[in-house]
């Protein structure tokens, strides 16, 4: 199994970027606009659709208030992992920074470039969007 860890340092208070980050209804959408063009939840699962036209359907695993962490697994839709799990968490670093960790467990091995890719380049788009938030 293929395992992937990204970090971003994000300039805003980890609460902000939390409040974000830990909406699971609506948080792909609000963390990286144009980069995700829709979002929609029911119960614990929801559907991102990005702008180059990729959709998943992705199960809320965990939300954790307390440690800022939240666990999701892809699903289905145009990639469909045998196994994904992934789980993003705001570690405060200061009162107006903190750092974003984003992990990944995958099956097959070979979706771990192409998710890695596409992990970096939402961490820029994220960053964008919630620094100095």
């Not at 902000?16 to 609506?26: C, H, L, P, R």
């Not at 963390?31 to 659709?49: C, F, N």
């Not at 962490?69 to 990639?79: Q, W």
Request: hydrophobic share 40%; charged share 30%.
């Amino acid at each position: 199994m293929a395992y992937i860890s990204k970090e971003i340092v994000i300039e805003s208070s980890a609460e902000d970027v939390w409040d974000v980050i830990g909406d699971f209804a609506k948080g792909p959408s609000r963390m990286a606009p144009g980069l995700v063009v829709d979002t929609t939840a029911e119960a614990d699962e929801r559907t991102v659709t990005f702008a180059d036209g990729t959709v998943v359907r992705e199960k809320r695993v965990s939300v954790d208030d307390d440690v800022r962490r939240i666990a999701y697994s892809v699903v289905d839709g145009t990639v469909a992992p045998e196994h994904d799990n992934a789980a993003m968490q705001i570690v405060a670093d200061g009162e107006l920074r903190c750092r974003m960790v984003w992990t990944r467990d995958v099956l097959p091995d070979e979706l771990a470039e192409t998710m890695g890719r596409a992990m970096a380049h939402c961490l820029d788009v994220i960053k964008k969007t919630l620094d100095e938030k």
